[in-house]
Structures are given as C-alpha cells and as structure tokens.
C-alpha cells in the first residue's frame, strides 16, 4: 500500500469516526423548542409518592436532583400541575391519566407554531415503586425517582433521547440503577445547545 | 426449529431497539400479546384531535380498518384508538416519546381499552406498534420508530407515510408474528425471556 493509499484510508477513517459520533449525540425535541426565560422552573407538588419512605415522599430529593440542570430551578410547591400554563410542575403523586400501564414517568409537554415551550407536567405512575437519594432503607427492584426525574426534566427543557450509552438522556434505565442522577457531557451538550 | 429461533431472534432485534419514550418498562411480548383485547392488522384512516373534557389532555382520535385479526379475538371491520397528543387551535400537546398515529399507516396493533373507558388505545405504547413494510414479495413487520417529540423520524411523500422503518432493519413476517401471538395466547411462552430489561 503506497503513501497515498494510506492517507486516503485515513481521511476515511476519520470521515467515518465523525460520522458516527456525530450520529450518536444528543438529539432536541422536533420541533426544536426551548422556554422564553434561560431559566426555567420546575417546582414539586408536594404530594409525594407513596412508595418513597424518605419523609416527604421524595419531593425534596428529587427538588435537589432536578438541579443537575443549571438551568432548572425548583422548590416544593403546594399548587398542582395545570396543564397548558406554566410552570412546569413534577407530580409525584399522579398518573395524569395518561402514564399508565408500562409507562414508568411521562412528560406532557404544550407549545404554540413557533420555538418556545408553554407548558410542561411530569406524571408518575404510582403503579410502580421508587426509591429516592434521601432513603435509608436503599433500593430493592424499584426505580431510582432521582434519576428518573433528571431525565424528566431533559424532556421539560426541551431535549429528546440520545444515543450515548450513559448519558442520562439514554432512553433506557434499570431498577436500582441511580447513574442518571449525574449529567453526562453528552446532556450538558444539549442543555448548552438550547440555552 | 430454525425458523422459531430466528424469529425470537428477530423479535428480540425488534424489542431490543431503543424505546425513545418518557420512561418506560419494558414488557416482555408474550405479556403484551395475552393483555390485549384485540391485535390486528389494519389501516390508519382518518385521525382528528381533541382536547377531553376537562380541557386537560389533547387526544388524537383515529378510525383504523382492521385487515386481519390475530389469536383467538375477533372484533368489528372497523374500530376507534384514542392516543395523547395532537394539535388544536395551533396549541399542541405531546407526551414525549408516546406513540404517534398517522393516516395511512399500514400497522399491527396491539390494542386494550383504557382504564377509564372502553376507548381502544395501542397497548405497552411503541411496544404495541409494529409498521408493515414490503421486502421483494414478502411483509415484514418491524418497530415504530416515531416517537412524539421526535417527528423528524418521519417525512411525508405523497400522502404517504415513509419512515426510518428502512430495509436494513431487522423485521419479522406477518406469519410469524401471527404465530407467536398464537403460542403466547395458548400459554405456550413463545417469547418468554424477551425484553426483561426495563426501558425508558
């Protein structure tokens, strides 16, 4: 294999190493959206969940957790969702009517022709059992309720799924399995990207 | 022998896709072929949304006309589904990652009725939705990939829905598929073991 050879292979390989990684980053919701403020909040009802034995029903852990987001602020909030007006609400109590079956948590998230996000309610479906940081007791075969609302709170800010294993915005997740609490480049990459 | 382990295999390939969802568990087939009320083969008619009563949650309403009737339940030519998310007035609501139902899909559903009416909805979401696609002479089925909030999946040519459900993806025959909902319908565990990861 000559000179020229070689470095046209190597270009290739390059091309194909961008291409793939490229292909496996971050991806926005579509229509790309963000909300109108750079900071956007993201209170807690204070009904907790029932499964959660860490006093509060895992509201002030998951108040903690969702702050991975530099751009999220929260706090517990006594007003409950109300869908298509802001803020942003985490209930931890409710399905919604709409997370059940094998749904774990949903984001129901409302926007307008154009590029910014109304409205954006986390259900949780309290068919299944979660765990929180704040627990004593740890985890046995439930749903780290940390993790799961940082992953949430991707969907609120506008973000999809990405295709980086790890990555918090990575579509797949197992019980005790509390990785997504901590923000990963790759979602730090699409937070920056909208904000 | 061969056949039946290929087309685990395939359902396996099928089930193993990520499920670009909100969060999700993921249920193993032969759960999902036992619970639902009706699995059918049909076509994606007329759809329109709508917000519900209590004007909290978009619906998007679809008549889909059943081709085929898979297992032991059969049910009227033509039914309802009702799924969250749509458009009304320029306001529209999406549950991120919840099935999306479009016109003129060729689709096999998994269907159950809604725990507050007997409304049709697809049963364990994008679990439940397989696209027809044609290979040569032969129909294969393979995974939505759509998702709400990931429309840019899916493109529109001529009225007609084209996705990213390509022909290098993996995908199981209509009869296969047919015979597999048989088996777990008659308790035979045809995909016992698939899909005990829990996905989001």
């Not at chain 1, 999220?72 to 007006?85: D, E, I, L, M």
């Not at chain 1, 399995?177 to 699409?190: C, Q, V």
């Amino acid at each position: 294999m000559n000179r020229k050879s070689i470095l046209t292979l190597a270009i290739a390989m390059v091309v194909v190493v961008s291409v793939a990684q490229s292909a496996s980053a971050y991806v926005l919701l579509s229509p790309r959206r963000t909300w109108a403020s750079g900071t956007v909040n993201v209170p807690v009802y204070t009904g907790g969940n029932s499964t959660i034995t860490d006093g509060d029903g895992g509201v002030t852990a998951v108040v903690g957790a969702v702050k991975a987001w530099n751009v999220v602020t929260s706090s517990p909030t006594n007003q409950a969702a109300v869908r298509g007006q802001a803020p942003a609400t985490i209930m931890l109590n409710t399905n919604g009517r709409i997370c059940t079956g094998s749904c774990l948590a949903a984001t129901l998230t409302g926007y307008y022709t154009g590029n910014t996000i109304y409205d954006a309610d986390v259900y949780t479906n309290t068919k299944y059992k979660f765990y929180s940081s704040r627990e004593a007791d740890g985890c046995s075969a439930e749903f780290d309720i940390d993790g799961i609302m940082v992953h949430e709170v991707g969907h609120v800010i506008g973000i999809g799924h990405s295709n980086v294993a790890g990555a918090t915005m990575y579509p797949t997740v197992s019980s005790c399995n509390a990785a997504n609490r901590t923000l990963e480049s790759d979602d730090i990459a699409a937070m920056l990207d909208l904000y | 022998m061969h056949r039946r382990v290929f087309t685990i295999i395939g359902l396996l390939v099928i089930l193993a896709l990520p499920l670009s969802a909100s969060q999700f568990v993921n249920v193993p087939f032969d759960q999902i072929a036992t619970e639902s009320r009706y699995i059918v083969r049909a076509q994606i008619g007329e759809t329109w949304s709508a917000w519900d009563d209590a004007h909290e949650v978009i619906y998007t309403y679809a008549t889909i006309r059943v081709n085929r009737y898979f297992g032991d339940a059969t049910g009227p030519d033509t039914l309802m589904i009702r799924e969250v998310g749509g458009t009304v007035d320029g306001y529209t609501q999406e549950a991120i990652g919840f099935p999306v139902i479009r016109a003129g899909q060729d689709v096999v559903l998994m269907l159950s009725t809604w725990e507050d009416s007997s409304d049709f909805r697809i049963h364990a979401f994008n679990q439940g939705k397989f696209l027809v696609n044609r290979r040569g002479n032969r129909e294969v089925l393979t995974a939505d990939p759509e998702r709400q909030g990931e429309a840019r999946l899916a493109t529109r040519e001529g009225g007609r829905v084209q996705t990213t459900a390509s022909d290098d993806e993996a995908g199981i025959s209509i009869e296969e598929f047919a015979q597999m909902v048989n088996d777990a319908r008659a308790g035979r565990a045809a995909g016992s073991g698939l899909g005990r990861t829990q996905q989001q």
